[in-house]
């Protein structure tokens, strides 16, 4: 049986590789993954690489079929209950996309201690009802090619305060303090702030959504 598990994990990596971010699964009933709603058997998975458009779509699929098939095969119901994120950044707008799908989902991520989260991946991080980064975490401003060498700062400045609005909007839905955006625009774009232990707690990057909490039965 776990060498037949083994092979369907495998298969699974192999199918996502063509993609922008890579998913694949790291392992079954790891610490930190969570059955919830009748699973018995909870996945970790690896999201990997650059963002890009169409990612989420992706993700939901990966998710879908991660379930299904080893459902099937262990003849009980397993969820992907964890994610492990690995990545530089890329599209802010999918990046947001990907942290509603995995809120949708109820999981968890983590960065772990040999990876880094930087830019458009802790927007996505954010989306995770718990939220456990030991790797660094790099933020900084928006960045656009629209912007870049256009000479409009007026269109420009109206493009970036638009998704300013949008990424506020994003961090008050997943109930983590704005004013991890605030820190945000202080950087530029050309470079990258690690956040310390405490910007992390302060910021929301570090932590539970309460609404998690409560559905579980915690009570205080």
Do not use: W
């Amino acid at each position: 049986m776990r060498l037949q598990i083994r092979a369907l994990l495998v298969l699974l990596t192999i199918s996502s590789t063509t993609v922008a971010a890579n998913f694949s699964v790291s392992g079954l009933n790891g610490s930190g993954c969570e059955n919830l709603s009748g699973s018995r058997a909870c996945v970790t998975m690896l999201l990997a690489g650059d963002i890009e458009e169409g990612d989420a779509a992706r993700l939901v699929d990966f998710i879908e079929a991660t379930s299904n098939v080893l459902s099937s095969s262990l003849k009980q119901p397993v969820r992907v209950g964890q994610i492990y994120l690995h990545s530089n950044g890329g599209n802010l707008i999918e990046a947001m996309r990907i942290g509603r799908v995995i809120r949708n989902n109820l999981i968890s991520v983590q960065v772990t201690h040999d990876s880094v989260c930087y830019s458009a991946c802790v927007i996505a991080h954010l989306g995770g009802v718990v939220r456990i980064p030991v790797g660094p975490m790099g933020i900084h401003s928006f960045y656009s090619s629209e912007f870049v060498g256009s000479e409009n700062f007026a269109s420009s400045s109206k493009k970036y305060n638009e998704i300013a609005e949008l990424v506020g909007a994003y961090m008050r839905e997943m109930r983590v303090p704005t004013s991890l955006l605030d820190e945000m625009m202080k950087v530029s774009h050309k470079s990258v702030k690690i956040l310390d232990f405490e910007e992390m707690k302060r910021f929301g990057v570090i932590g539970q959504d309460p609404v998690y909490l409560q559905a579980k039965g915690e009570k205080p």
